[in-house]
T-cell receptor, first 110, second 113 residues
Framework: TQLLEQSPQFLSIQEGENLTVYCNSS?????LQWYRQEPGEGPVLLVT?????EVKKLKRLTFQFGDARKDSSLHITAAQPGDTGLYLCAGVWGYQKVTFGIGTKLQVIP | NAGVTQTPKFQVLKTGQSMTLQCAQD?????MYWYRQDPGMGLRLIYYSASEGTTDKGEVPNGYNVSRLNKREFSLRLESAAPSQTSVYFC????????????FGPGTRLTVL
């Protein structure tokens, strides 16, 4: 089983601030996914990055896959209360093999 | 199109009782999964089914059994519940060969007393 370390585990910030969440491993992944989970619901996919060095933007969210495909980051610009939730990274490392990080619980205070 | 549905949403059991968690998907996906989610542990794979008629153990299979009843349905059974199985259980489905997206159900919150 591949391991994914996600940091920080908890983040409480004021509305309008920027933040970055990190996902690191010593293993290489074929792709890296980011999910968002709201209380009482299952995770929902935000983005998949496939190519080393790839950067994808989703409105105020920027996702980056490391050059060596071992790490990824999620940057949120000008966080809004609606961004509050649990952010999970997931590394795909084989046929139907996915490892999830522990998650980052984000609270954005109005 | 309901996606992935799970029943029940909440359940309280006494130690030693048994129960089955039900999961169904209407996206015609071949692969289905059962995860448990615990604070500080993240999502851990219990069992998965790559296709109808096949099941395989994941990271934490002890104390659980599964049945892939047909392409739509994948159930998780606890034969003799233990307090360590108190958790939130998620079912997911995906279609191999596409983009590896997993579609999750809303979860079942299980408490074992």
């Amino acid at each position: 089983t591949q391991l994914l370390e996600q940091s920080p585990q908890f983040l409480s910030i004021q509305e309008g601030e920027n933040l970055t969440v990190y996902c690191n491993s010593s293993s290489v992944f074929s792709s890296l996914q980011w999910y968002r989970q709201e209380p009482g619901e299952g995770p929902v996919l935000l983005v998949t990055v496939v190519t080393g060095g790839e950067v994808k933007k989703l409105k105020r969210l920027t996702f980056q896959f490391g050059d060596a495909r071992k790490d990824s980051s999620l940057h949120i610009t000008a966080a809004q209360p609606g961004d509050t939730g649990l952010y999970l990274c997931a590394g795909v490392w084989g046929y139907q093999k996915v490892t999830f990080g522990i998650g980052t619980k984000l609270q954005v205070i109005p | 199109n309901a996606g992935v549905t799970q029943t029940p949403k909440f359940q309280v059991l006494k130690t030693g009782q048994s129960m089955t968690l039900q999961c169904a998907q209407d996206m015609n996906h071949n692969s289905m999964y059962w995860y448990r989610q615990d604070p500080g542990m993240g999502l851990r794979l219990i069992y998965y089914s790559a296709s109808e008629g096949t099941t395989d153990k994941g990271e934490v299979p002890n104390g659980y059994n599964v049945s892939r009843l047909n392409k739509r349905e994948f159930s998780l059974r606890l034969e003799s519940a233990a307090p360590s199985q108190t958790s939130v259980y998620f079912c997911a489905s995906s279609e191999p060969g596409t983009d590896d997206t997993q579609y999750f159900g809303p979860g079942t919150r299980l408490t074992v007393l």
